[in-house]
């Protein structure tokens, strides 16, 4: 396959438009999938099927030369931005340098400003701790450690609808079973599910939820046995839901009165997402941990555990890291992605950006019941969808949405725990004017279906 001369510098600097110039997915997208087939495992599987050869700003340009609105950074990544120019600096100077050379034998100096800049920024203004990791699940499995190294307690709860990732510990904290669980048992033990809050769905207040979760816990799994409670501040592959208010800080306190490690997993919530550097501080939640990956590098793959000093200090010496965690080049990627969320204004560009999301989302479900309920908190929005009689979850329409979506140049991304879900996460650096052309084909989309 080769690569078309067009467009093939990405950034910002991309031209911001849809562009259809072939059936999507194009023939050389066609073709690439088809050596896809043959060479990759079938597991792997992919969404939307176009050949990227460069990305920026609000769009995704393919091999056929369609250029596609970006709807989810690629879960959340992107969110400065794809090829984020002072991202790709960082990484094309730190790579002419050195590559690596593992933090525990020779240490350098950007895993300590990122250590220094997430102390600083994660919710609470008390002695912090960080150490780095490559993925979110590596993130959460050694939160989960740590945790249990400082009480001495074996039990970790997790919560329905929770994503945490697809290790096996954190398979055992995933709720969903397809296709994140199914056949690849047996589980990580001492791993309890305590129920959510899920207002659409449950009708219970913050207060009524959280007594729920609390009773559950104390019965089936006993305060003195838990070493942390985990939870996203939104569920994010669950369905974007948005726990009634109140329900967080229960929780954070009732965890905090039982010596229970509290840590929130921000993974997908995290870095200017929510239209707040992180999700725990819309009601004021301070975690004892914080996980954190996705958004914080720009692309990079980085992870990172931040928390209270006495509960990060717990683990020995060398009983954390690894060669790849805070690895050199993707560090710098990490400043320079964290002076973009502070210095760019995309925390209050996030909050923009939901606006738009909601006010065009709302408008839709004045006429159209099968959008059952539209929320989120800055620019992690979404739908879910409903039969209008039953409000039984209709994956089916979620689906044909996406498809429809696809096919006319909206790259849209589907969740839930029922399937029934559309999320957007656009990049903070989409345009006003791109938002709208994807919501229009959105609704053109649902008018379809
Ligand atoms: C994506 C995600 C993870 C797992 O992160 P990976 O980098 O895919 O391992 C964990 N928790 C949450 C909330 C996530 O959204």
């Keep these: 396959m080769t690569t078309p001369a067009i467009d093939t510098v990405g950034g910002p600097t991309l031209p911001q438009e849809r562009r259809v110039v072939t059936p999507i997915p194009g023939p050389r997208s066609q073709e690439l999938m088809a050596r896809k087939s043959a060479a990759v495992a079938a597991g792997v599987g992919v969404g939307s099927p176009v050949a990227t050869v460069a990305a920026g700003g609000g769009v995704i340009v393919d091999a056929d030369g369609n250029s596609l609105i970006d709807l989810g950074s690629g879960i959340a990544v992107t969110s400065v931005g794809n090829a984020h120019p002072a991202v790709a600096a960082a990484i094309a100077e730190q790579a002419a340098r050195f590559t690596h050379t593992c933090f525990m034998i020779t240490p350098y100096e950007s895993y300590v400003a990122v250590a220094e800049a997430l102390n600083r920024l994660t919710p609470g203004d008390h002695d912090k701790r960080t150490a780095l990791f490559n993925t979110g699940a590596e993130a959460v499995e050694n939160a989960v450690k740590i945790a249990r190294k400082h009480t001495g307690r074996g039990a970790v709860v997790a919560f329905e609808h929770g994503y945490h990732g697809r290790t096996n510990l954190t398979m055992a904290l995933t709720a969903k079973a397809m296709p994140y669980k199914s056949g690849f048992g047996p589980f990580a033990p001492e791993v309890y599910r305590a129920p959510l809050s899920y207002p659409f769905r449950d009708g219970l207040s913050g207060a009524e939820a959280a007594a729920r979760a609390i009773a559950t816990i104390e019965k089936q799994v006993g305060a003195e046995n838990l070493a942390a409670l985990i939870i996203e501040p939104i569920q994010g592959e669950g369905g974007f839901i948005v726990p009634a208010e109140g329900f967080l800080p229960a929780l954070a306190r009732w965890a905090r009165e039982n010596g229970v490690v509290f840590i929130a997993d921000g993974v997908q919530t995290g870095f200017a997402r929510t239209g707040a550097m992180f999700a725990s501080e819309h009601e004021g939640i301070v975690p004892d941990l914080i996980t954190t990956a996705k958004g914080i590098a720009g692309g990079m793959p980085l992870a990172a555990v931040t928390g209270r000093a006495e509960i990060m200090d717990a683990a020995h010496a060398g009983g954390l890291g690894g060669p790849y965690g805070g690895n050199p080049v993707a560090c710098p990627a990490a400043l320079a992605a964290i002076d973009a969320y502070e210095n760019e204004g995309l925390v209050a560009r996030a909050n923009e950006i939901g606006a738009i999301l909601v006010e065009r989302l709302t408008a839709l479900q004045v006429t159209d ?39 006319h140049g909206v790259v849209l991304l589907t969740c839930g725990t029922y399937g029934n879900v559309i999320r957007f996460l656009p990049p903070l650096a989409i345009g006003d004017e791109l938002l709208h052309d994807g919501l229009d084909v959105v609704a053109d989309a649902l008018a379809a279906a």
């Design 369 to 407: 019941p099968r959008i059952g309920e539209v929320r989120g908190r800055g620019a992690m929005v979404a739908i879910e969808l409903v039969d209008p009689d039953t409000q039984a979850p209709d994956a089916g329409l979620a689906a044909a949405i996406a498809r429809h979506a696809l096919e």
